[in-house]
Every structure is written in structure tokens, then in C-alpha cells.
């Protein structure tokens, strides 16, 4: 019997299909994958199902677990793992992934915790592993649309160290982390996917 009490997110639920497209592309000769932030858990049942070759490695601060682990119970599938605590300013794991995925995650975090995600990203990462990000980006340090600007208005009257990222800058972090770009892709609702792959010579 299904629980009718675990958390539900719709915006998880109405971008999951595009997420999922880029995706198989993306992530169809990897292995594992470590979700950075996992919220709900819907993201990680959803595609865990979709992609049974991989083994999905769930993660969030521990307030968030018990809904996570509600949809993992549900779904009862052999591939996803049940959530590690990480704050990315806090202790990270010490396995090695070949895929990395966050969603709507760098909107929330203050700047400087998004600075040491990706500073502590190689330290989980193999060397030729991807890193995929879906959300909100402004580029040229303009908003991609009178929605997201509002969006940032709201996050910024919430929380003032919230606020949709500049790409750019993003970049920066990513290339510092010696991750190179793959794709940018355009996302329903304003939104994007963010692609990367580390390159070290082994």
C-alpha cells in the first residue's frame, strides 16, 4: 500500500520528462550517481526506475529523509540507496561517483556553500565523471525572463542569501573544479540543464 503521507513536490513531478531526456543522453555509460540534495525523493525513484543501470546514491541534510525515505519504500527499487547526510559545507562522502546530479539546489544554498560544493566536487568525483545541474540561470547578469526575476524577487524576500545564479559564474566554480561544459540546454518554465564532465588524466 502506497503512503499518502510522503512529501510531494509538483515541480519535481512536471520536470522530471525533460530532465530525465537529457539524462539518458548524458548519464547512459554511467554507473553511479550521487543526487546532491534530494528533496521529496521523487527525482530519484523517477529516474532510478527509468535508468536501471545506475545506482543512485540519495543525499540531503536530515531534516529531508524521512520523505525521501518514504518514496524510496514505495517505489522498492533494487538501485537507489537510502540518503546520505550531506551539507555540502559539512563532511562529504568518501566513495567515488562517475555522475553527479543536483536540482533547483543553487538557488537555495548561499553563495559561498555554492562555491564549496563545487570546490569539494573532485574529491567525489572519477576522473572522467559528469556533472549534470538542472535549474534557473541569469546570463550576462540579466534574467532570462520576467518570471525568474520575480522568482529571485520572492527567494531574496525570504531568505537574502538566496537568488538565481549568473551562469557565468557558475562556470567559473566548475572550470576551477577542472570540469569542462558540455551542454547548456534549455528547460520548460525558463529553466536549464547544465552539463559538465571532468577531464584528468589518469
Known sequence: ???????????????????????????????????????????AVYFAEALPQLIWQTSDRDENHEGIRLWLADANLPNVKAPLTLDVSGAWPTQLYDAIYSANTLHIMSWSEVEQMFARLPQVMTN???????????????FTSDSNAAFDAALRAAVPHRGIRDF????????????????????????RCLVWQRRVNP
Open 168 to 191: 557565468e559564474a557558475i562556470d567559473i566554480l566548475a572550470r576551477r573544479a577542472g570540469l569542462q561544459l558540455l551542454e547548456d540546454r534549455a528547460m520548460p518554465a525558463n529553466n
Open 128 to 142: 572522467d565523471a559528469k556533472l549534470a545541474v538542472y535549474g534557473p540561470f541569469n546570463y550576462d547578469g540579466h
Open 1 to 43: 500500500m502506497l503512503n499518502a503521507d510522503k512529501p510531494f513536490s509538483t515541480a519535481s513531478e512536471r520536470n522530471r520528462e525533460p530532465i530525465l531526456a537529457v539524462l539518458r543522453e548524458h548519464f547512459s555509460d554511467r554507473r553511479s550517481v550521487l543526487e546532491i540534495g534530494s528533496g521529496t525523493g521523487q527525482h
